[in-house]
């Protein structure tokens, strides 16, 4: 079955810029879309189709997507935005769906 | 506001049997596909099962095939997943989650319930 491969985590301190990224044999020919998920709650749509934002997501929070990776972007990195982030595809079976292992963001 | 509501979490042995049940308002239930999405204590998360809008297309993951049982009743704008044969690995929360479907004919989940705690254990 499909998989979707992320580091595990990720460090950075209060302002920089941290990337998140995210690798499948699909990508090239599907949209990667990105989940974040604070501890203790429900996940969250962060950005869909490869680089869009839902509505009420800060525009420093962006994505991208080449070949077989796709990057979730977070610029300019709070401790707000200290969470687990996943990545989501469809499997090649178009009733499955796929999340990455996830990637822990730590701001500090 | 749209919004899922899940229930039905408990304490059950191994072995046993569980229904969840994820009460939708706000939109048009009937009109999207729904998810089950699962998450065991400390680890990421896990794709359960999909039924379409109307009913007549599910999948499920392999390792619960045959076990669980995703259905809707629109009647009741309620999705639900009926579990047997539990494993003491199932212990999770599960989460319900509306599915979006992009203008390239994609799907995503765009909305999540807050989840119910299921534990499996003697």
């Known amino acids: 079955s499909y998989e979707l491969t992320q580091a595990p985590s990720v460090s950075v301190s209060p302002g920089q810029t941290a990337r998140i990224t995210c690798s499948g044999d699909a990508l090239p020919k599907k949209y990667a879309y990105w989940y974040q998920q604070k501890s203790g709650q429900a996940p969250v749509l962060v950005i869909y189709e490869d680089s869009k934002r839902p509505a009420g997501i800060p525009e420093r929070i962006s994505g991208s997507s080449s070949g077989t990776m796709a990057t979730l972007t977070i610029s300019g990195a709070q401790v707000d935005d200290e969470a687990d982030y996943y990545c989501y595809s469809t499997d090649s079976n178009a009733y499955h769906r796929v999340f990455g292992g996830g990637t822990k963001l730590t701001v500090l | 506001q749209v919004k899922l509501v899940e229930s039905g979490g408990s304490v059950v042995q191994p072995g046993g049997s569980l229904r969840l049940s994820c009460v939708a308002s706000g939109f048009t239930f009937r009109t999207h596909g729904m998810n089950w999405v699962r998450q065991a204590p400390g680890k990421g998360l896990e794709w359960v099962a999909f039924?379409?809008?109307?009913?007549?297309?599910?999948g499920y993951a392999d390792s619960v095939k045959g076990r669980l049982t995703i259905s809707r009743d629109t009647s009741k704008n309620t999705l639900y997943l009926q579990m047997n044969s539990l494993r003491p690995e199932e212990t999770a929360v599960y989460y319900c989650?509306?599915?979006?479907?992009?203008?390239?004919?994609?799907?995503?989940?765009?909305?999540w319930g807050k989840g119910t705690t299921v534990t499996v254990s003697s």
């Open positions: 989650a509306r599915e979006q479907v992009s203008v390239y004919g994609e799907t995503y989940m765009d909305v």
């Open positions: 039924i379409s809008f109307d009913g007549t297309k599910k």
